[in-house]
């Protein structure tokens, strides 16, 4: 059953088309991935998704609600939740804060415990600096928390874009196995990733982009395999 289904988009930026039909969807309980060099609309398509740029043509549903013009912040609520390209926490703020901020729409103080502990229990690290200011933390650590602060709200669906950007092949591994967890607990996954080999080795299935329009789609495996993504995107 499709959770995400994305139905003919279209962005323009001006007179520029960057997307150009986009047609894709995401079924409850999969990995699906977005793959492409820079440029090819990823990222685009994400923000469209969520809210963040309007759409010029198409439309977006979750989970049978059209949420083609609901606003970004009005989505949470609805069982969508984003980790950006940045992971733009709150630097400022602690490590604990960050986490609360993630729960703002909660009102259970018993569920906002359970899922603090949840996150604490998946890395150790953020409930030894749950009093650090985040901005002090390091790449991967913060990666972490992004990851955590989003996950605070329960979402049905979590869109990850370039979760791997700036880190250390160490913390690309931590992270990638979080992913892996995640959806194993239940929450299906939308992931936009410039590290293709890593992407479609977790994703069930994927969507290759060029230049705003998809041009390949399969299963993680079968892209892997495919030999001219392995030229244009994994180094083979």
Not at 22 to 27: G, K, R
């Amino acid at each position: 059953m499709a959770l995400l289904e994305v139905k003919d988009l279209e962005v323009n930026y001006g007179l520029i088309k960057a997307i150009k039909g986009v047609s894709f969807d995401v079924n409850e309980g999969e990995i699906v991935a977005l793959i492409g060099a820079n440029g090819a609309g990823k990222t685009t398509i994400m923000h469209a998704i969520n809210g963040i740029i309007p759409k010029f043509a198409g439309s977006v549903t979750l989970a049978d609600k059209d949420i083609t013009a609901i606003h970004a912040h009005k989505l949470l609520p609805l069982g969508m939740a984003q980790v950006p390209e940045g992971r733009r926490i709150f630097q400022e703020l602690t490590v604990y804060e960050n986490l609360q901020m993630g729960y703002y729409i909660g009102r259970d103080k018993a569920q906002f415990k359970a899922r603090l502990e949840e996150m604490y229990s998946r890395f150790p690290i953020l409930k030894e600096r749950s009093s650090q200011i985040a901005g002090t933390l390091s790449g991967g650590e913060q990666q972490m928390l992004a990851m955590s602060r989003a996950l605070m709200s329960g979402p049905k669906l979590l869109l990850l874009d370039e979760p791997s950007m700036g880190l250390s092949p160490l913390y690309v591994n931590t992270i990638f196995d979080m992913i892996k967890e995640v959806n194993k607990m239940g929450t299906t996954v939308l992931l936009v990733e410039q590290n293709a080999k890593k992407a479609l080795s977790i994703a069930n299935r994927a969507y290759v982009l060029e230049i705003g329009k998809i041009v390949k789609t399969g299963t993680g495996t079968e892209l892997l395999a495919d030999e001219d993504i392995r030229r244009a995107y994994l180094g083979g």
